[in-house]
């Protein structure tokens, strides 16, 4: 007969392997462009706040105030419709405790739709080691078209399709070494 430690150790472990990964992981927070831009910004490590800067990115919020965002939105004020905020801002719908100080849903799509959220992860010194910083949040995407087309796809009301190739060209911001 096992005691009750073993017991309750073994049920433990059963929970923790048979809870789904998102049940056990740890929330980050949004720290928003301008945090990730502060380090983001030189050629040296490659201009990747002026890369987004000039993209529709970071205008996607914008383009929800617009006289055509009315006619697709069942909202009065698009920029309050989930439908529409899922896709063009950063964060829709996180809790105010995951929302760092500099952090603006209105800068549009930023870093984190992308990356995750970087609170754990922004530090120079976790930015450093690839593998820590995945560790704490930082997404590498196995198929970033596939990542993509979570919102370049025809659910969108305004949608005239997608050349994958032609856009990622537009945003590639890579990090150079050295």
């Excluded at 017991?7 to 301008?34: C, D, F, K, R």
Aim: proline letters at 3%.
């Amino acid at each position: 007969m096992l005691s009750r430690t073993v017991l309750a150790v073994l049920l433990i472990v059963t929970t923790y392997l048979v809870l789904p990964a998102s049940a056990q992981a740890q929330s980050y927070g949004y720290e928003g462009v301008q945090v990730c831009g502060m380090c983001h910004k030189t050629e040296k490590s490659g201009n990747q706040l002026k890369v987004w800067q000039d993209s529709q990115h970071s205008k996607a919020f914008k383009a929800l105030q617009s006289a055509e965002a009315k006619k697709f939105s069942k909202e009065a004020d698009p920029s309050k419709d989930a439908k529409c905020l899922k896709c063009h801002t950063s964060g829709s719908g996180i809790a105010a405790n995951l929302v760092g100080t500099k952090f603006k849903m209105e800068d549009g799509v930023q870093c984190e739709t992308c990356h995750g959220p970087g609170s754990a992860y922004k530090s120079m010194a976790v930015m450093k080691n690839k593998a820590e910083a995945q560790k704490k949040g930082l997404m590498a995407h196995a198929d970033i078209e596939k990542f993509c087309k979570t919102c370049h796809n025809s659910e969108s009301p305004t949608f005239k399709g997608f050349d994958f190739k032609v856009m990622w060209a537009k945003i590639a911001h890579p990090t150079p070494k050295g």
